[in-house]
């Protein structure tokens, strides 16, 4: 005879969508115990997730739900700034009035603002569509993929062509300034200056958290703006948390997420696991955030990043040859949601 305790089991949320079951990286960084707790389509505020990139295909069938609509530019009152007519999704005509009814110095930014052509409709760039996708597709729709944040809304920001981003701080400022709280940045450079650093402050006293990607170089370089103060470096690893072979490391960088070959969308209504790197690592951090900021709508964004940052799996045992270079370890978004590790 003996006493023993026995644990109580769960249920695992797991979404409609037929590509979840393809989607490994969701059940690595624990999604569905994650989901067991909260879902971001059930926080009582709506959380708002940035994607400063190279374009992003809005009208995607497995995006469009998710997306942001500005209603202080919804000159015809009809509560949409987007519509659907002849088989496909367009800006709302009706509130296409050539006024800056919001005030904030953008003529009709219905859904966000295309910094690279100098006008409202930030589509479409193979690059940010895929980052768009890992940070906040529709989920369970029965249709396409999943995303961490289980319908969290989203900002697309065009500040460049293809491999080319020339807005990116612009990006960051508008983001800040339209009530985003989360900005995703898949990109950045070298050099750094003063002016960007303000920037990155600027957003950060709004509140915003800005989440990058650390680079691809496979070394100890510090890109920017990974490498500004404030700003949450990301790394890439494998499905087995390794360390992948092209992904960069170093002191600087504040935690890991898979970001190989993740099933994503794509530009043309369609599906993608090509590629690997940084780029899509940081918009799974954005999205986890972006998910415990619905759980914890009080929280500061202090307290958002230390509980991201310490509630990471440590994978150091795993990476010998990048002990502490891979941040405080590979996201868990799991623990993020059940203990608390921030005051």
């Not at 709506?46 to 997306?67: K, M, R, S, T």
């Not at 989203?154 to 990006?171: H, V």
């Not at 990301?234 to 504040?254: I, Q, W």
Request: net charge negative; charged share 15%; aromatic share 10%.
């Amino acid at each position: 005879e003996y006493a023993d305790m026995i644990p109580i089991d769960s249920t695992l949320e797991s979404p409609n969508d037929p590509q979840f079951a393809n989607m490994d990286y969701l059940q690595q960084i624990s999604a569905e115990s994650a989901w067991d707790i909260h879902k971001g389509e059930n926080g009582t505020d709506q959380i708002l997730v940035a994607i400063c990139d190279n374009g992003v295909e809005w009208f995607h069938q497995d995006l469009v739900d998710n997306l942001y609509q500005n209603l202080a530019e919804d000159s015809d009152n009809d509560g949409h700034t987007i519509e659907f007519i002849n088989g496909a999704w367009q800006l709302d005509t009706g509130d296409l009035d050539n006024l800056d009814n919001d005030n904030n110095g953008y003529v009709d930014d219905l859904i966000g603002w295309n910094f690279y052509g100098n006008n409202n409709n930030p589509a479409t760039g193979y690059h940010g569509t895929k980052v768009c996708g890992m940070a906040a597709a529709v989920t369970n729709n029965s249709i396409g993929v999943s995303s961490i944040g289980w319908n969290i809304k989203f900002l697309p920001i065009k500040t460049g062509d293809g491999g080319s981003i020339n807005s990116g701080y612009q990006g960051i400022i508008f983001a800040a300034d339209n009530g985003a709280d989360i900005v995703n940045c898949s990109w950045g450079g070298t050099g750094s200056s003063q002016t960007n650093q303000d920037v990155i402050d600027y957003a950060t006293n709004l509140g915003n958290i800005v989440v990058a990607a650390c680079g691809n170089s496979n070394s100890e370089s510090i890109l920017y703006p990974a490498g500004y103060r404030h700003v949450i470096s990301v790394a890439n690893v494998n499905l087995d948390d390794t360390k992948y072979s092209s992904s960069s490391y170093g002191l600087s960088v504040d935690i890991a997420s898979p970001g190989a070959n993740i099933l994503s969308t794509s530009t043309g209504g369609s599906y993608s696991s090509s590629g690997s790197g940084t780029s899509y690592a940081s918009p799974i951090v954005a999205g986890s955030i972006a998910l415990l900021k619905s759980f914890h709508p009080d929280w500061s964004s202090e307290q958002l990043i230390t509980q991201t940052l310490l509630a990471a799996d440590n994978i150091n045992q795993i990476n010998p040859n990048y002990s502490n270079m891979l941040g405080e370890g590979r996201v868990n978004v799991f623990n993020m949601l059940d203990a608390t590790y921030t005051n």
